[in-house]
């Protein structure tokens, strides 16, 4: 019995979080009210309180929530970079942020009226992941400049570099309505932005 409602529970959280997830992705954070999420939820409000005592304790969980669902963009770095094949590296960390996106793309907007809004929280995602991986990411580039496969530049900024190309094409995509309007397939994009990115980093 005690397993049973252990599942309910578990059940009636996530309800709550992907209930959350698609109210604060329409209508920002400041402009969703716990009452409007219960009533999406088919919920009582006071339930919402029992998960989480605050809504701001509500937007913490669904960043880690979706933190622990991410495809994994780090992966490939950690997987590949004793091969040194840099295409494959570079290639498989472009697929699975247009794979994460195609997963939900109403977290993207979550995350963006958060920072329109400067909820705090925002940075919590950023903070805890995107950074781990640009970390990642500038360390391989690092390693590779010092054994001269790339140029001698800042691996930093050169990992900002990469991640900003794919990140602002998934917005003008997503945010901008381009897909409606130019669709290509994500396999030819990425192909030439690393191409792009590996014209100006390699080594003569």
């Not at 109403?106 to 809004?117: G, K, Q």
Request: proline content about 2%.
């Amino acid at each position: 019995m005690s397993i049973q409602k252990e599942k309910v529970k578990i059940s009636t959280r996530d309800k709550l979080l992907e209930t959350a997830i698609k109210l604060f992705s329409e209508k920002g954070f400041n402009g969703t009210t716990t009452k409007e999420i219960a009533e999406e939820a088919g919920v009582n409000e006071a339930l919402i309180f029992r998960y989480f005592s605050t809504k701001r304790d509500l937007y913490g969980a669904i960043i880690e929530k979706k933190i622990e669902e991410e495809p994994g963009i780090e992966v490939p770095i950690e997987m590949f970079k004793k091969t040194r094949n840099d295409w494959l590296i570079f290639r498989s960390i472009a697929l699975r942020m247009f794979d994460c996106v195609e997963k939900d793309p109403t977290f993207m907007r979550l995350l963006y009226f958060s920072a329109l809004e400067g909820h705090e929280l925002s940075d919590m995602f950023f903070d805890t992941y995107v950074e781990y991986i640009n970390m990642l990411l500038s360390d391989y580039i690092e390693q590779r400049i010092s054994e001269k496969a790339f140029k001698e530049i800042n691996p930093f900024i050169a990992s900002r570099a990469f991640m900003g190309m794919v990140i602002n094409y998934i917005i003008v995509q997503e945010l901008f309505g381009e897909k409606k309007r130019r669709k290509l397939e994500k396999e030819e994009v990425v192909e030439t932005f690393v191409k792009i990115f590996f014209d100006g980093i390699k080594g003569a």
